[in-house]
């Protein structure tokens, strides 16, 4: 079971981006799903996540309003878009997901991690 982020990169403040996390070695359509990241000298942080079916998505503070979820079952495949960005969304951005249904915010709840891409916002 892999996942693997992609779709960070160098952008200035107020830009948009969207994060893609696909999915191998087996199906995540019955999987819940989150987005964390973890900036330089700080600990790894909930960012968004959504339910299997799409139903629930639950984000950050931080984030909220400026940043989607989404995901794509038939493509294996979960999206963050990331709109008004600011100096400090910079962080390293990291997919996770659970066989558990429900959303959730915590760390310990997610089983499988992707390898993480780097989202640097610049002023």
């Known amino acids: 079971v892999q996942l693997q982020a992609s779709g960070g990169g160098l952008v200035q403040a107020g830009d948009s981006l969207r994060l893609s996390c696909g999915g191998s070695?087996?199906?995540?359509?019955?999987?819940?799903m989150g987005w964390f990241r973890q900036a330089a000298g700080k600990e790894r942080e909930f960012v968004a996540a959504i339910d299997w079916s799409a139903t629930s998505t639950l984000y950050a503070e931080s984030v909220k309003g400026r940043f989607t979820i989404s995901r794509d079952n038939a493509k294996n495949t979960v999206y963050l878009q990331m709109n008004s960005l600011k100096l400090e969304d910079t962080a390293v951005y990291y997919c996770?997901?659970?066989?558990?249904?429900?959303?959730?915010?915590?760390?310990?709840?997610?089983?499988?991690w992707g390898q993480g891409t780097q989202v640097t916002v610049s002023s």
């Open positions: 996770a997901a659970d066989s558990h249904r429900g959303v959730s915010p915590r760390l310990g709840d997610y089983d499988y």
């Open positions: 070695g087996r199906t995540f359509s019955g999987f819940r």
